[in-house]
């Protein structure tokens, strides 16, 4: 793997001393995809047309020596679950496998607007459900780091294009960790914002009460600059939240002294490979060098929260993909009656992770179950959210691994769905009360797969988190 | 057993799905131990606490957020919808017949 060499920075400096134009690192950046992406498989469509008239656009701005917009140039990925105009979207699924969007997601317009160049959709497992990139339609996605290992998931293709240095950033979905476990799987800096933060207008809906969008990059400040563009009320979408946007990057040098750091017991207990303990507990040292005070803390509820998520995700994920019928858009498998359409189509048209997930939904909303599951699921959900809102009355952010193990081989995990679950054990619960976290860099195993370390801040957090996470990257430096 | 194969069944009926035989055996299986593993919430008395169906529903900065002005926009996307159906009869989309006369 050779080392990204680009960020955010590094392009604009690039452009404005006329180095390189935009137009040139496009094709400098199509053309490490030509080469790479035939063995990651981390793309699953291009779009080259769109990209350099929006590079051409960019390098008209330069000749007339006009000020450039944040994300001018900048080369960026989006998961294939969010929406492009014109560009195939299809979700990893067959049954969008011909599927052009005839608008844009918000935050997709958000990162033209503001000079990024779209590169193109990235891999993903099918309609964002999974932990390892292997439910994709189209095949799975290799870890860069490790060829032979899963990139982890859902995120999968958008975490490995910006660790191959594909993409300077890229544009992830996190319902119950798929940008955070990713992002520690390829070792890079990765978060979700917190729920209502950015806009949903566009992104096709896996689990509307926990999905968020969320942006990878190879540097923290990179991630706080993109937060920074697609972040903020959007009338498309009811639940994004009128809260002013602070500039993220900007906020980034604040010192951390005298932070305090929550320790949750609960997140360092059976389970967790032992290296990933290690080098986390390092982490914590680490921080605490920097002058932040660690607080031991109890989130009792966090061992209940894997079988509160998939019960919550898959009964909405039932009722939003009721819309996939064949009648309006995608796959139609003909049948005799408009219910044989229907049921043939949804039977061809999703994968075996997405038929499960829309059962175990089903069943859970269904007459007679729903007190059982789904509303005993909601009560516990309130229980997890109160553990947060409990916490950050003693401590600024928690700090916690992303995720058990690193990434683990392709196929090691397939046959289990259980097992495949236990592996968002630390990331589900701040999706299920709406903070915002980060992953972040910690260290590599003794085979050189990445660990990563999460923070969780209290609601609307962020500035918090990235400040925390951008000490600890600068501390870390490039040591391993 | 949580769940029966007749049960296994009935949902995907509500689902909307065609199963294979192989499909419904598997998933038998899975969903079994899955609700086996779901269980451990009835650990929790929860009789007390109220269901969270939102995360931030009733909090001040939600507030202007439900209902905007009701200005009519222009909404001219028929055709570009159109374009992408399996099987368009415009302005409709054709499916097969559901009333026998």
């Not at chain 1, 191959?164 to 799987?185: K, N, W």
């Not at chain 2, 200005?71 to 374009?83: G, N, Y």
Request: net charge negative.
């Amino acid at each position: 793997m050779t080392a990204p060499a680009w960020t955010i920075p590094s392009v604009r400096a690039a452009l404005e001393a006329k180095k390189v134009s935009s137009r040139e690192l496009t094709s400098e950046f199509f053309a490490c995809i030509e080469r790479r992406n035939p063995e990651l498989n981390a793309f699953l469509a291009l779009s080259p047309d769109r990209a350099f008239a929006q590079a051409d656009r960019i390098d008209a701005i330069i000749a007339r020596g006009e000020q450039l917009p944040p994300l001018a140039g900048v080369p960026v990925a989006v998961k294939d679950v969010i929406s492009t105009c014109g560009v195939r979207t299809t979700c990893g699924s067959r049954i969008l496998e011909n599927y052009v969007p005839p608008y844009d997601a918000t935050a997709v317009g958000r990162l033209e607007s503001a000079g990024a160049i779209v590169l193109g959709k990235t891999n993903c497992d099918e309609f964002a459900m999974g932990s390892s990139n292997e439910n994709s339609a189209y095949g799975p996605v290799r870890n860069p780091v490790a060829l032979d290992r899963v990139p982890g998931g859902s995120s999968g293709g958008s975490a490995a294009a910006v660790a191959a240095g594909l993409a300077v950033a890229a544009l992830g979905t996190d319902t119950g960790g798929s940008i955070r476990q990713p992002g520690a799987f390829c070792g890079i800096p990765a978060m979700m914002g917190t729920y209502g933060r950015v806009s949903r207008y566009g992104l096709i809906a896996f689990a509307s009460s926990l999905d968020r969008i969320g942006p990878f990059a190879t540097t923290v400040r990179d991630v706080a600059s993109i937060l920074a563009v697609i972040a903020g009320r959007d009338s498309s979408d009811s639940t994004s939240v009128p809260v002013p946007v602070p500039d993220y990057a900007a906020d980034l040098d604040r010192p951390v002294r005298g932070l305090r750091i929550g320790i949750p017991r609960e997140y360092f207990g059976e389970g967790m490979d032992l290296i990933v303990r290690q080098k986390v507990e390092a982490g914590i040292r680490l921080l605490e060098s920097l002058g932040c005070v660690p607080v031991e803390l109890r989130m009792p509820h966090t061992d209940f929260a894997i079988a509160t998520y998939y019960i919550v995700a898959t009964a909405e994920a039932s009722s939003n993909l009721a819309r996939f019928d064949g009648v309006r858009y995608g796959l139609r498998v003909p049948g005799a009656t408009l219910l044989d359409m229907y049921k043939k189509t949804r039977g061809r048209g999703f994968g075996s992770e997405v038929k499960r997930r829309i059962m175990l939904g089903t069943y859970a909303l269904s007459s007679g179950y729903y007190d059982a599951y789904y509303l005993k699921a909601q009560k516990v959900r309130t229980l997890i959210a109160r553990d947060f809102a409990e916490a950050f009355q003693q401590v600024d952010v928690i700090i916690t691994p992303t995720s058990p193990s690193p990434a683990f081989r392709l196929g090691d995990k397939t046959d289990d769905p259980l097992q495949m679950y236990l592996a968002d054990i630390y990331t589900v619960t701040g999706s299920l009360a709406g903070v915002p976290g980060i992953s972040v860099p910690c260290g590599k195993t003794p085979d050189g797969l990445p660990v990563g370390l999460q923070v969780f801040g209290p609601h609307f957090g962020e500035s918090l988190v990235l400040q925390l996470a951008y000490a600890f990257e600068q501390a870390r430096g490039s040591s391993v | 057993m949580k769940i029966t194969r007749e049960q296994v069944l009935r949902v995907a009926e509500l689902a909307h799905l065609e199963l294979s035989e192989a499909e419904l055996e598997t998933y038998s299986r899975q969903l079994d131990s899955i609700l086996a593993y779901i269980e451990k919430l009835n650990q929790l008395d929860t009789s007390q606490v109220e269901p969270m169906a939102q995360v931030f529903s009733g909090e001040a900065h939600t507030e202007n957020a439900s209902a905007r002005e009701d200005v009519p926009r222009p909404s001219d996307v028929v055709s570009a919808v159109l374009d992408i159906a399996p099987d368009p009869s415009r302005p409709y989309f054709r499916v097969p017949k559901v009333i026998d006369r």
